[in-house]
């Protein structure tokens, strides 16, 4: 059973800066790739940023990149999201999950979810 357990979520003001991290168990993480989704309530759950397994490919939604870097460190079973430059329009819950089997931005595709992080953009 894989567990997934996000945290580094908060308040913090437009332009200012977080660093999410989700650990991993239950499973070997090294072998499957890493992504993160938000989700708005009321709104579809949307895609955030993604990572291969190696760390060697990242993959960004427009609407972060430049300003969002995933990262990983697979000897820690983690997987990043270092979140820049925040704008009140990113306050959301972030999700991290694993193993796509397909597109990396489809959430349907991922096989397992962690519980989700606040994280809250004030103007």
């Known amino acids: 059973q894989v567990q997934l357990v996000e945290s580094g979520g908060g308040l913090v003001q437009a332009g200012g800066s977080l660093r999410l991290s989700c650990a991993a168990s239950g499973r070997t993480f090294s072998t499957d790739g890493m992504g993160w989704f938000r989700q708005v309530p009321g709104k579809e759950r949307e895609f955030v940023a993604a990572i291969s397994p190696s760390g060697g490919s990242t993959f960004y939604d427009d609407s972060v990149k430049g300003r969002f870097t995933i990262s990983r460190d697979n000897a820690k079973n983690t997987v990043y999201l270092q979140m820049n430059s925040l704008k009140v329009e990113d306050t959301a819950v972030y999700y991290c999950?694993?193993?796509?089997?397909?597109?990396?931005?489809?959430?349907?595709?991922?096989?397992?979810w962690g519980q989700g992080t606040q994280v809250t953009v004030s103007s």
């Open positions: 999950a694993g193993d796509p089997d397909g597109s990396w931005r489809a959430d349907y595709d991922y096989k397992y």
